[in-house]
C-alpha cells in the first residue's frame, strides 16, 4: 500500500459545480496536510495547509482533514475554468520531505 | 509570499553531455532545498534533500554520482545531471523550506524541461 493514495481522474465537472477532491493516507505519523495546484508544465504552488483535524476556509476552497479516518479532502465552491489543473495532496510529519499523491486532474467546464 | 526560481526552464541537451540547473530562492533564505522529478502525468518524486553547507541526502534509488548536489549558499542550491541519457528526460522541480517559517511549508520553482536527444 503506497503512503498516500490519491484518484488521478481526470474528473470534470460544469462551471459553478462543487467539487471534492480526497486523499487516503497509512502513515499516522502524518500530522501537516497540504494541498498543492499545479498548472500544466508549472511547478506546484501551495493552496492550503493544514495541522489538525477539522475544516479550514480561504475562499471558494475549504481544507478537511480527518485524523482518525486517515482521510483528507479539498472542497472548491463555485468552481471555475480558471481552477482546471492538477490538484496534489501532500504531507507530513514535520521536518521531513513532503509526501505526494499522484494528483487529481480537474477540468472545469464553461 | 516566496518565490523560487529555476534556471534554465527548458534545456535540450545531447546525450552524454551534463546539464547544470539552478534553484534559487529570491526573498528569503533557505538551509534545505529538495529535488523532484516528475514523469508525465505523473506525481512529484523526491530525488534529494539538499542542505547548505553539506552533503545531500539522496533517496532510494537516485545515484549521486549522476545526480550532483551543490547547496553552496542559503538561496542557491544546483543539480548537475551528468552524462545525460534519454531516459534522463523529465521535469525536475526544486522547492525551498524558508529558514523563518514553519518546517512543513515548502515553496516550489516553476521547474525545468529536461530533453535528453
Known amino acids: 500500500q503506497k503512503e498516500v493514495e490519491q484518484d488521478p481522474g481526470p474528473l470534470s465537472v460544469p462551471e459553478g459545480a462543487i467539487v471534492s477532491l480526497n486523499c487516503t493516507y497509512s502513515?499516522?505519523?502524518?500530522?501537516?496536510f497540504m494541498w498543492y495546484r499545479q498548472y500544466s508544465r508549472k511547478g506546484p504552488e501551495l493552496l492550503m495547509y493544514t495541522y489538525s483535524s477539522g475544516n479550514k476556509e480561504d475562499g471558494r476552497f475549504t481544507a478537511q482533514v480527518d485524523k482518525s479516518s486517515k482521510y483528507i479532502s479539498l472542497f472548491i465552491r463555485d468552481s471555475q475554468p480558471s481552477d482546471s489543473a492538477t490538484y496534489l495532496c501532500a504531507m507530513n510529519s514535520g521536518n521531513t520531505p513532503l509526501v505526494f499523491g499522484k494528483g487529481t486532474r480537474l477540468s472545469v467546464i464553461a | 509570499g516566496a518565490v523560487v526560481s529555476q534556471h534554465p526552464s527548458r534545456v535540450i541537451c545531447k546525450s552524454g553531455t551534463s546539464v547544470k540547473i539552478e534553484c534559487r530562492s529570491l526573498d528569503f533564505q533557505a538551509t534545505t532545498m529538495f529535488w523532484y522529478r516528475q514523469f508525465p502525468k505523473q506525481s512529484l518524486m523526491l530525488m534529494a534533500t539538499?542542505?547548505?553547507?553539506?552533503?545531500?541526502?539522496?533517496e532510494q534509488g537516485v545515484e549521486k554520482d549522476k545526480f550532483l548536489i551543490n547547496h553552496a549558499s542559503l538561496t542557491l542550491s544546483t543539480l548537475t545531471v551528468t552524462s545525460a541519457h534519454p531516459e534522463d528526460s523529465s521535469f525536475y522541480i526544486c522547492?525551498?523550506?524558508?529558514?523563518?517559517?514553519?518546517?512543513?511549508?515548502?515553496?516550489f520553482g516553476p521547474g525545468t524541461r529536461l530533453t535528453v536527444t
Open positions: 539538499s542542505n547548505e553547507g553539506s552533503k545531500a541526502t539522496y
Open positions: 522547492s525551498a523550506i524558508p529558514n523563518s517559517g514553519p518546517s512543513y511549508e515548502q515553496y
Open positions: 502513515n499516522s505519523a502524518f500530522q501537516y
